[in-house]
């Protein structure tokens, strides 16, 4: 291993604790909100899961970077979290087909990381006292002046950023058969996977930036309408709510997914709340309560919905899935529009695909929509 992946390096968190490690990727600072994610495979898709914008991941499993970097793997252009930090960080890779290593791939990105960190230790850390923001350093004596850094850096929750990681102007992606149907896509910071999931169900879509007004999206007469993942607060994302709710109120099919879910929710009247640690991983536990049987989840969210909200309206909306770990909402329906939605991930990418019937749920909808015509 290089001298520049064995110097040394400083995590510092919001509550004054410090973990001392290695640098790898560059040789930067970075600040942003600490979180881990659970997952034993897939970094480099957690890595460049737009979901994690603003965020420096910590990752539970022991070794990172061990397989290398596909790039036709990743789940956008770039890298997209703040910072990395790991136990062990590997160099070279295990993977014949694999593009590059990763400490190049984070580098190239000007992605700073951290290894040689007690994981463990630091993810319980979080589970006590919840998710706070965290600076990754090379070494340097003066923590008072990392403080002062640290002290600047923005709180996710208010914070909008599904605008910065959205396409800047839409985009046409059309299936390699004839297509079957039309779908507008609401870009708040999409992975790959959930347009190849559509993609590959002979859908035409159409990827519409965060910030577009209705009356683009509508003229493009889709077939239905998707809400996709992204990162920052929802709540702080007032521009989305009106396209919404006139998306509902056209009639045609919706389907939303993490971000869209808690927008799909607020666009009702149901508010959204800051968790203390939130779900990030592949391997989280949700009960489909139709079928009385549990899923395992690919899940990315620091934000959820209130369920006490959606019970005292069940009216309005039947609560599909629940996490069986802290029995939070993880799945809505509207009862009075043809729209659900899920707060995990459907599509995962690397896996598990339990919940990929989803999209085929969405696909029979706007069929059977389009035959009520």
């Known amino acids: 291993m290089s001298e520049e992946r064995t110097a040394p390096a400083i995590l510092l968190l919001e509550d004054g604790t410090v973990f001392k490690g290695k640098s790898a990727g560059s040789l930067s600072s970075a600040t942003g909100e600490l979180c881990f994610n659970t997952a034993m495979t897939g970094?480099?898709?957690?890595?460049?899961?737009?979901?994690?914008?603003?965020?420096?991941?910590?990752?539970?499993?022991?070794?990172?970077g061990n397989y290398g970097v596909k790039l036709d793997e990743?789940?956008?252009?770039?890298?997209?979290?703040?910072?990395?930090?790991?136990?062990?960080f590997h160099s070279g890779y295990s993977r014949p087909s694999a593009d590059e290593e990763l400490h190049e791939f984070l580098e190239n990105n000007s992605i700073p990381a951290i290894w040689d960190i007690d994981t463990r230790a630091l993810v319980r850390h979080i589970r006590s006292k919840g998710a706070m923001n965290a600076l990754i350093s090379p070494a340097t004596g003066d923590v008072d002046k990392l403080k002062d850094q640290l002290r600047k850096a923005p709180s996710m929750q208010g914070l909008e950023l599904a605008s910065g990681v959205s396409v800047k102007k839409p985009e046409l992606i059309e299936p390699d058969n004839a297509p079957e149907r039309i779908i507008a896509v609401m870009d708040y910071g999409i992975k790959k996977n959930i347009l190849r999931s559509l993609k590959k169900r002979n859908c035409s879509l159409k990827v519409f930036p965060a910030k577009s007004a209705w009356s683009e999206?509508?003229?493009?007469?889709?077939?239905?309408?998707?809400?996709?993942?992204g990162p920052g607060d929802p709540?702080?994302?007032?521009?989305?709510?009106?396209?919404?709710?006139?998306?509902?109120?056209?009639?045609?099919?919706?389907?939303?997914?993490?971000?869209?879910?808690q927008l799909l929710c607020l666009s009702q009247g149901i508010d959204t709340y800051k968790m203390h640690h939130g779900h990030r991983g592949i391997n989280h536990p949700v009960l489909n309560t139709k079928t009385n049987r549990?899923?395992?989840?690919?899940?990315?969210?620091?934000?959820?919905v209130v369920r006490e909200m959606l019970e005292s309206r069940s009216d309005e909306f039947e609560l599909t899935h629940v996490n069986l770990n802290d029995q939070s909402v993880e799945g809505v329906k509207l009862k009075n529009y043809p729209a659900f939605s899920v707060q995990y991930h459907p599509e995962a990418a690397p896996g598990p695909n339990d919940s990929?019937?989803?999209?085929?749920?969405?696909?029979?909808?706007?069929?059977?929509?389009?035959?009520q015509a």
């Open 356 to 371: 990929s019937y989803l999209f085929d749920d969405f696909i029979n909808l706007i069929d059977s929509k389009k035959q």
């Open 74 to 88: 990743s789940e956008h252009g770039r890298p997209t979290v703040k910072g990395v930090v790991c136990r062990n």
């Open 43 to 64: 970094y480099q898709e957690a890595f460049t899961d737009p979901s994690y914008s603003g965020q420096v991941l910590i990752m539970t499993n022991v070794h990172i």
């Open 294 to 304: 549990a899923e395992v989840t690919s899940q990315n969210h620091g934000f959820g």
């Open 235 to 261: 709540a702080a994302m007032k521009y989305a709510i009106d396209p919404i709710v006139s998306m509902l109120e056209s009639g045609k099919p919706l389907f939303g997914i993490c971000l869209g879910h």
């Open 217 to 229: 999206v509508k003229a493009w007469n889709p077939d239905g309408y998707f809400l996709s993942n």
